[in-house]
């Protein structure tokens, strides 16, 4: 035990006993976490926002829609009404997803983005369609048989979502909403921030943070395990272009897989889909596996990370002080109890 003057310079950590306040790896605990607690926070915004900016946005919608059914018909008022919804929700999103992304960017200050081998832009939008339609459909099958496990266990997945509108100003609105705002603004804020701002830490110890975080973000069990493996896929991808664009392309065309096969479910006759859908699936998982092995001959050692730059604390040590710090935990239990309350069992 320190004496004297030096006693101020030494503090207690759990699990290393008393150190010197100057060490390396104290600064770096306490860098992270003040990291983890800054992400937490913003994981509780994206969960309470939407219910706060809501209000605001039902009133001025409210008013609209009297204004509207005083001025015309019936029938371009129901046109009206559902194009109102649609952009309703699509305020609630946008204005949400910018908040937060403004806070954590202020907060976590991420340096420039930077990629140890970089492809190109062209080839990187180009594997990043491809690979992406072979995630897509990996995590379709996998979504498949992970809904019909929970259906032997008795488990019901009950999904947030609302059907596409039958207005078509209406259902472009939802297109924007349901695939270009997840996009862009997922991808921004958990790569293009949380992501390269973790970085100093290790690549790899980013790229599982990262993804886990983005996984919470998803209301439901197969959507937070599915969206923890594409964060995975996402993130990694940027992390070897550092391009942020092929990113939301790829994210974008992962989206964009189920709707398609919805789409086609219900334009073409059952006889006719039996036949194009284990078609269109295989053809889609060769793009996949075409544009793996394209992104693997124009990077050398693909599967290299660099953890060059990350300090020697271990990777458990990193993850426990990121999931004990207080905003980190209280948003993690919350995401889930979100996520399990979507469950119902089947009587």
């Keep these: 035990m320190p004496f004297g003057n030096d006693h101020a310079d030494h503090v207690y950590v759990s699990g290393l006993g008393f150190v010197s306040g ?19 926070f913003c994981l509780l915004l994206l969960l309470v926002l939407p219910a706060v900016i809501r209000w605001p946005i039902e009133i ?26 649609e952009l309703r929700e699509l305020a609630v999103s946008l204005f949400t997803w910018l908040a937060v992304l403004l806070v954590m960017r202020t907060v976590l200050k991420p340096p420039k983005m930077h990629a140890s081998t970089t492809v190109g832009g062209k080839r990187a939008v180009l594997c990043a369609l491809l690979i992406a339609v072979g995630t897509g459909i990996l995590e379709l099958c996998c979504t498949s048989i992970l809904r019909e496990f929970l259906s032997w266990i008795r ?64 209301y439901t069990l197969t959507g937070n395990l599915m969206g923890f493996v594409s964060g995975l896929v996402f993130g990694y991808f940027f992390l070897r272009t550092g391009s942020l664009k092929a990113v939301i392309v790829c994210h974008l065309a992962t989206l964009a897989l189920p709707m398609l096969f919805t789409l086609l479910n219900n334009i073409l006759p059952a006889a006719v889909y039996t036949i194009v859908w284990p078609i269109l699936m295989i053809s889609l998982m060769v793009c996949g596996l075409v544009g793996f092995i394209l992104f693997c001959r124009w990077n050398h050692n693909a599967f290299v990370l660099d ?18 710090s207080a905003s980190m935990f209280a948003s993690t239990l919350l995401w889930l109890i979100q996520i399990f309350k979507n469950l119902q069992v089947i009587r």
């Design 22 to 40: 100057r060490d390396p790896l104290h600064f770096v605990e306490r860098n992270l976490h003040r990291s983890a607690s800054s992400v937490g």
């Design 60 to 85: 001025f919608s409210a008013v609209n829609r009297a204004l509207i059914s005083l001025l015309f018909d019936s029938g371009i008022f129901a046109s009206a009404n559902e194009l109102f919804r």
């Design 155 to 218: 488990l019901l997945e009950m999904n947030p979502g609302a059907m596409m509108p039958s207005r078509p100003a209406a259902a472009a609105v939802y297109l924007v909403r349901m695939l270009l705002i997840p996009a862009v603004f997922q991808e921004a804020l958990f790569r293009g921030c949380l992501l390269q701002a973790l970085r100093r830490h290790g690549d790899s110890f980013a790229l599982f943070f990262a993804a886990f975080c983005s996984g919470l973000t998803h």
């Design 307 to 324: 953890d060059s730059r990350a300090s020697s604390l271990p990777f458990s040590r990193k993850l426990h002080i990121c999931l004990t």
